[in-house]
């Protein structure tokens, strides 16, 4: 029997690394990964998060891998390819994710000191970079590399300018990785998500969970709600799948019609 259009949203039998798959939008991916049948290599700073999410994946009947580690150190990053490779058997996605800011301090470019701007360059720039180009090494031909942007990327960020600067880099990087990488039929796309109440939006923002209805409104999402995990995490899902087989070079916007 010929596949349904159901069937080409299916990923059975994928490997994907999620970075900063502890919580929030990566805890999100991981998980609708292993819904529609991947295993999952999981990494982030903090190890018990990423067991727990480690948990959810088994008990979705996938196997699970949690690694801990910094993504902003090129070498863990290059031993997580390997490691993903040898313990999984082959890697056919991987999903940079992990990115935000250590400092939620509302800072106009002029105030900025040099060691905010680097980290925020390091963080959500440079290891998608580093990301990639592990990535390259070891994932099988036909395989997919997703990159998690932000709307900030296309729109002035006043007061959060080194974010946005770093993830209109993720874009072009994008694109530019997905021209030098079709030969090999690798597909590299983008997810830029709207405004998603994780722990970086909460604290920029001061915002409580009491506040997010009227968050929405008061940030003009013409939906009307504000995103969720999951909502990133279905286009992460359709642009890994062979639904997306003639699609690369391209950032999703997930936003809510946010402008």
């Known amino acids: 029997m010929a596949d349904t259009v159901l069937d080409r949203f299916g990923l059975a039998g994928g490997v994907a690394v999620v970075t900063g798959a502890g919580r929030g939008i990566g805890e999100g991916i991981a998980v609708a990964l292993a819904e529609a049948g991947c295993d999952v290599v999981l990494t982030a700073r903090r190890e018990h998060e990423i067991e727990a999410v480690a948990d959810k994946v088994r008990a979705l009947g996938r196997r699970a891998l949690a690694v801990p580690g910094d993504i902003t150190d090129g070498d863990f990053v290059e031993r997580l390819a390997d490691q993903a490779k040898a313990e999984m058997g082959r890697v056919t996605l991987w999903v940079s994710n992990a990115g935000g800011a250590d400092d939620r301090t509302p800072r106009h470019l002029a105030d900025m000191p040099d060691r905010q701007w680097d980290y925020q360059l390091d963080l959500n720039l440079r290891a998608v970079f580093t990301g990639a180009r592990a990535a390259v090494r070891v994932i099988e031909d036909g395989g997919s590399i997703i990159n998690i942007s932000s709307g900030a990327a296309l729109k002035p960020s006043p007061n959060n300018g080194p974010y946005a600067v ?11 990785l997905s021209i030098e990488l079709a030969r090999r039929g690798v597909r590299v796309n983008g ?15 001061k915002a409580t969970e009491d506040d997010l209805p009227d968050l929405a409104k008061k940030i003009g999402v013409p ?37």
């Open 166 to 176: 770093a993830k209109a880099g993720v874009d072009s990087l994008t694109k530019t």
């Open 191 to 205: 997810v830029a998500p709207g405004p998603v109440p994780t722990e970086v939006f909460m604290e920029f923002f």
């Open 223 to 259: 939906l009307g709600r504000l995103g969720t995990p999951e909502d990133v995490a279905n286009a992460v899902v359709f642009l890994a799948s062979p639904a997306a087989s003639w699609v690369t070079g391209q950032t999703l916007l997930v936003n809510g019609g946010d402008r």
